[in-house]
T-cell receptor
Framework: SQQGEEDPQALSIQEGENATMNCSYK?????LQWYRQNSGRGLVHLIL?????REKHSGRLRVTLDTSKKSSSLLITASRAADTASYFC??????????FGKGTMLLVSP | DGGITQSPKYLFRKEGQNVTLSCEQN?????MYWYRQDPGQGLRLIYY???????QKGDIAEGYSVSREKKESFPLTVTSAQKNPTAFYLC????????????FGSGTRLTVV
């Protein structure tokens, strides 16, 4: 069963704008991760946030986690055309496996 | 270069045939995983292995089989019992299960003809 659900399903913005994607999940987690997938390719790990962390930054990425609301958000600042991809959140349980959401398709236009 | 290699990139199978997808990693990762991706459905876990000679079923293991005879290798066989095998298959590995990110291969696109 899929745990995480991303919102929105699709997002279209102009270069230079910020992109925000949200993820909601249902049960307690060990950590939450975000991945990027370019069309027809494998996924690339972007960032991991542990259940006892509230915010994490990596370059132009900012991730927040609210365990009371069972939700996370990924913010990409100053978007570039190269950021065009699908973005997935994945929740990790005690057995260590990841459960992925259906993803958000981001289109950044020049 | 350390990484995870899937082959072939494209695979065509006739109905009733078994096919094996290859996944090899040189990252010295203990854990390996197979996911299936269908349009609009995200990734679903087929099988995973935390250690050599051991593996566990994921959410959609029916019609699939795996082996883990070497740390570096985790091949997936799609058997004729899998009713709808056409999909994009992704292999991944991680240092251990839990607490670390996955490294993914570039995927194998399987089509039944």
């Amino acid at each position: 069963s899929q745990q995480g659900e991303e919102d929105p399903q699709a997002l279209s913005i102009q270069e230079g704008e910020n992109a925000t994607m949200n993820c909601s999940y249902k049960t307690s987690i060990n950590n939450l991760q975000w991945y990027r997938q370019n069309s027809g390719r494998g996924l690339v790990h972007l960032i991991l946030i542990r259940s006892n962390e509230r915010e994490k930054h990596s370059g132009r990425l900012r991730v927040t986690l609210d365990t009371s609301k069972k939700s996370s958000s990924l913010l990409i600042t100053a978007s570039r055309a190269a950021d065009t991809a699908s973005y997935f959140c994945a929740t990790a349980f005690r057995d260590g496996t990841l459960t992925f959401g259906k993803g958000t398709m981001l289109l950044v236009s020049p | 270069d350390g990484g995870i290699t899937q082959s072939p990139k494209y695979l065509f199978r006739k109905e009733g045939q078994n096919v094996t997808l290859s996944c090899e990693q040189n990252l010295n990762h203990d854990a390996m995983y197979w996911y299936r991706q269908d349009p609009g459905q995200g990734l679903r876990l087929i099988y995973y292995s935390q250690i050599v000679n051991d593996f566990q079923k994921g959410d959609i293991a029916e019609g699939y089989s795996v082996s883990r005879e070497k740390k570096e290798s985790f091949p997936l066989t799609v058997t004729s019992a899998q009713k709808n095998p056409t999909a994009f298959y992704l292999c991944a590995s991680s240092i251990r299960t839990g607490g670390s990110g996955y490294t993914f291969g570039s995927g194998t696109r399987l089509t039944v003809v």
